[in-house]
């Protein structure tokens, strides 16, 4: 029989690194895969293109192909379901109605927690909320201009970081309630307990507490 040897020779993610001859059996060869890998494979299997990894190229293609099956199935979900699910509008209104309505949500706390809800209409009608608010602008999130009140005609609009960032309570703080954190802080409390308490951004608590913000004889921020 004759030897030939494959060292050194590459074959889709597999290097040969040497030859394992045995009488009476088909030529092997003991190879590195490029993740890392060794993998002996008879020199026919690679020769014919039947090995091409270790196995974990096709654990790859099995693992692309249940993701490109569950798109396929989310997606003729979505179309039966709405022509618009999966836009940024639906997916604005969704999560709104997420933090407002699902204890799991983890912003549900500063919503829902505490009594921030969506308008029946909105909330029962996706059809509804798009004529009301119209396609979400690039760029933009869906902003409550008081944000004590819901999610409702009137109290939306489509905002961008900037004017979202001046609406939030951490900035509707007022001196009653930054001396009552800072009361509290000196008492004991958490920063993160502050947060929730009041409502703000953990780190907000943190400069309002440290006096970074809000210092006393200067005005309010
Ligand atoms: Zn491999």
Redesign the pocket.
Known sequence: MKRVDYSGRRYG?LLVLSMVYEAGKDAKARCA?????E?TVTAYNLKSGNTE?????ARERTADLNRALQRVVVMGEANRTHGYSRTPTYTSWCDAKKRCYSPQNKRFAEYGGRGIGMCNSWRTSFDSFLRDMGERPKGMTLERLDVDKGYEPGNCIWATPAQQAQNTRANVATWESVREMRKRRLEGATYPKLASEFGMSYNNVRLICRGETWKEGGDAQ
């Open positions: 993610r895969c490029d993740c890392g890998a993998k990894s270790c196995g974990c190229l």
